[in-house]
Structure formats: structure tokens, C-alpha cells
């Protein structure tokens, strides 16, 4: 039996590099990675743009937050980048915090919109806006979401976080 779990979430808004920091470091740490997005798709049988299209917003804060739950009950050690609206919602980001480490990519909205304006298609709630849009709606989202975001218990900002920074801040 392992006597120390750790379990490290990775969160921030759509563009902050969860799943390619986190593949990182589950692979520096020999953990398992779970992209919960990946996850969610695998279990639908679905794109989240068609989760998005055919079932609506609602049902798939209900897929997210259900799966969230499947991979909290997993006794690896493990490391998740979780989608950007996911602590947002429910009572997922106490679930986190009472799991594991929580990590939080923070970049302010300008960085994030020229980050997102070449990888909006795979994602439904950007897909149609233009650079100038993507600016207000990232600044108007991130305001309500960070009240979320902030209850991590590591804040990196702003920076090309690499997986050596992350380690030395964790163990
Ligand atoms: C969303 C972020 C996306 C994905 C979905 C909704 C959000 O994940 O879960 O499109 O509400 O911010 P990424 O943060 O990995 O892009």
C-alpha cells in the first residue's frame, strides 16, 4: 500500500498549457496523466464541440463534473489537467483541494487570447469570436472564474512555466 498519494490538478482558463505542462511532469514524475477533457470524450463517444452541440452547456458541466469524480477515486498517483471551466462549477473545486495539489496557470487575457486565436476550433465557446472579442470575453470570464481559480494552493503566473519550476515549487 502506498503510504503518500499525490494527486495534482492543474487548472486555468482554455489556453494556459494544462495538458502539455501536465503530460510533462506525470511523465517526469512517472505518475499517470488524465486530460479530463480526453476523458469525457472517451466515455461520450464524442468532441466536446459536438458534446456542446447536441447535448448544451448544462449536460456537459453534468459529464465534467461526473468524471472529475471517477478520476478522484482513483488510488494512483496521478497528475490531471483539467478543462478550464471545470472548478467552476458544482462543488468541483473543493473536491480538488480536500484530493490533492492544486496548481493554477494564471496569464492575463491578453496573452491568453494570442495563445487561443489559432486553436479555437476544438473549442466551442471561442469558436466564433475575433481577436478583439476573444480580449473581452477571456477578461469578463476570467473575473468570475478566478474566485475559483485563486482557492488553488500554487499560483504560477505569467510565465513559460516549465515542468523543473513546477517540481521545485511541489517537492
Ligand atoms: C472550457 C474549456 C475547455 C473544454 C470546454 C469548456 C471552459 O477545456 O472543457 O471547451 O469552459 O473553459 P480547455 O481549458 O482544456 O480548453
Not at 461520450?44 to 452541440?53: A, E, G, L, N, Y
Not at 487561443?116 to 469558436?127: C, D, Q, S, T
Request: hydrophobic share 40%; glycine share 8%.
Amino acid at each position: 500500500m502506498k503510504l503518500i498519494q499525490h494527486k495534482i490538478f492543474l487548472l486555468g482558463f482554455m489556453g494556459c498549457g494544462k495538458s502539455t505542462l501536465g503530460k510533462k511532469l506525470a511523465n517526469k514524475l512517472g505518475f499517470q496523466f488524465f486530460d479530463l477533457d480526453k476523458c469525457i470524450e472517451e466515455k461520450v463517444q464524442m468532441s466536446i464541440t459536438d458534446i456542446f452541440k447536441t447535448k448544451g452547456e448544462e449536460q456537459f458541466r453534468k459529464l465534467e463534473s461526473d468524471e472529475l469524480i471517477n478520476i478522484l477515486n482513483s488510488n494512483d498517483n496521478y497528475v490531471v489537467a483539467l478543462g478550464g471551466g471545470a472548478p467552476c462549477f458544482n462543488e468541483n473545486m473543493d473536491l480538488i483541494n480536500n484530493s490533492g495539489t492544486s496548481i493554477y496557470l494564471k496569464y492575463n487575457e491578453g496573452i491568453l487570447a494570442s495563445r487561443l486565436i489559432n486553436a479555437k476550433a476544438e473549442r466551442p465557446l471561442i469558436v466564433n469570436k475575433t481577436k478583439e472579442e476573444l480580449i473581452d470575453f477571456i477578461a469578463k470570464l476570467l473575473k468570475e472564474r478566478e474566485q475559483y481559480y485563486l482557492k488553488s494552493k500554487l499560483v504560477i503566473e505569467g510565465t513559460n512555466i516549465t515542468v523543473n519550476e513546477v517540481t521545485d515549487l511541489l517537492f
